[in-house]
């Protein structure tokens, strides 16, 4: 059973720097680089790609993070636990949503997250970032 749980939301000032964690188990893929992502929904907007990074470590960054925000995994010697890692920077109050940890083939475009018909999601942890 694939699980994934995120941890590290929370309260934090403009300028201010947040980390969040998102541990993964039972996500295996042999012959595939595996896509493990932070995606955001804020308050009235779309569903919105924070941040990528592949098995491989293939990164991607959405527009609005790139140069604040930094994705990094570790994994058991196992193989059997990811944590993917969010390193937060710089925060704007554009920032806050609630952010989502994703497991999957491929990169997520849509409306509105999580949506399970697109690889694995957590339940999200809300960041609020004030002025």
């Known amino acids: 059973q694939v699980q994934l749980v995120e941890s590290g939301g929370g309260s934090v000032e403009a300028g201010r720097s947040l980390t969040l964690s998102c541990l993964v188990s039972?996500?295996?893929?042999?012959?595939?680089?595996?896509?493990y992502a932070w995606y955001r929904q804020g308050p009235g907007a779309e569903c919105e790609i924070v941040a990528d990074?592949?098995?491989?470590?293939?990164?991607?960054?959405?527009?609005s993070v790139k140069g604040r925000f930094t994705i990094s995994q570790t994994s058991s010697q196992d193989s059997v636990k990811t944590t993917i890692y969010l390193e937060m920077n710089e925060m704007k109050n554009d920032d806050t949503g609630t952010y989502y940890c994703?497991?999957?083939?491929?990169?997520?475009?849509?409306?509105?997250?999580?949506?399970?018909?697109?690889?694995?999601w957590g339940t999200g942890t809300q960041v609020t970032v004030s002025s």
């Open positions: 994703k497991a999957g083939d491929s990169q997520y475009v849509g409306e509105t997250c999580p949506n399970s018909d697109f690889g694995y």
């Open positions: 039972g996500f295996t893929r042999d012959f595939y680089d595996s896509h």
């Open positions: 990074i592949t098995k491989s470590g293939r990164t991607y960054y959405g527009d």
